[in-house]
């Protein structure tokens, strides 16, 4: 097997950070687009089949035009699968995340939303400190790296919730808040969307968990069958509020719910609810050891 030196590595890398957020923001994946037009058919109101339409319409024009399917390119949020034989540090992956953003941001260019949390001074090019956002898993016996970029916009990043019911709330309790959150998030979100559902862990880690439940293709269930129960118990009860398209009334409100989870205290109960607008944008590319870099539209 050839390896290539890894100054070279991490430009392959940096390249497929730029590729994947640019490529992120314009060309949505197809089990969105298909949930999306299953939504514009499901949907008997009228004001909410309109908006279904022009949603449709907006991905439809975004493609003919080569342009952007939402003016907010969000933050950049990278997972990365890591192998334990892929010949470049994490730092240095890190460096070319960081890297690619930046090129992207200034080539494209692309609006730039990152700001110092308190100064509210801009960045100017979509990185900054601890952005872009980078969760990372480590593959043993695997000598690849996959990286998946799915930008988040501000919408639907501000409905997030965390609640850290105690056991004796149970799993109504879980439903109750995931519930009760959507219905408060009304249109702000800018529905329908995949509501993100973490439970268990801590709570950092459950909100971690509804974050990275978002990110996958949309209708996939999870491989627990108990959970894979509540994600789809919670589509049909979060489908029956009401609430519809940008929150104007309707039969669609969500387009799916997904739900990660981990163990727990044995007196700890934490859910967590991070929501993801429709324009559900994410992109992943495969870099081999030989530096080789194969994109991927379903990952
Ligand atoms: S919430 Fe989503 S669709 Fe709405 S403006 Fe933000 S990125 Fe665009």
């Known amino acids: 097997m050839s390896t290539m030196a890894s100054t070279d590595l991490a430009i392959a890398v940096e390249d497929a950070a730029a590729h994947l957020y640019v490529w992120a923001l314009k060309d949505i994946p197809q089990d969105l687009r298909d949930a999306l037009r ?24 975004a493609d003919e035009q080569g342009n952007l399917v939402c003016q907010d390119t969000g933050i950049a949020v990278f997972y990365a699968r890591v192998g334990e034989r892929f010949p470049l540090h994490p730092a ?138 509540l994600e789809e118990e919670l589509f049909q009860l979060l489908n029956e509020t009401g609430i519809g398209p940008m929150g104007l009334g309707g039969d669609v409100t969500v387009l799916q719910c997904h739900i990660e989870h981990a163990d727990t205290h044995m007196t700890l109960n934490p859910v967590a609810v991070n929501y993801q607008c429709w324009a559900a944008r994410r992109a992943t590319a495969h870099v081999s050891v030989d530096g080789t870099v194969d994109y991927d539209r379903e990952a």
């Open 92 to 229: 240095r992956i890190e460096t070319a995340l960081r890297e690619g953003t930046r090129r992207a941001t200034l080539d494209h260019p692309l609006r730039s939303n990152t700001v110092h949390t308190l100064t509210r001074v801009a960045t100017g090019d979509n990185t900054g400190h601890r952005i872009p956002h980078i969760h990372w898993e480590f593959v043993p016996d695997w000598d690849g790296l996959d990286v998946k970029c799915v930008p988040k916009g501000s919408g639907s990043e501000n409905m997030s919730f965390l609640k850290m019911c105690v056991p004796a709330d149970g799993v109504k309790g879980i439903k109750q808040f995931v519930l009760e959150s959507i219905v408060g998030a009304g249109g702000k979100p800018c529905p329908p969307g995949i509501v993100g559902v973490g439970i268990g862990g801590s709570a950092d880690y459950a909100m971690y968990l509804a974050k990275e439940a978002i990110a996958r293709p949309v209708g996939t269930r999870n491989s627990d069958p108990v959970v894979a129960q």
């Open 38 to 61: 299953d939504a514009m058919g499901r949907e008997t109101h009228r004001v909410g089949k309109r908006i279904l339409e022009t949603i449709n319409t907006n991905v439809s024009v």
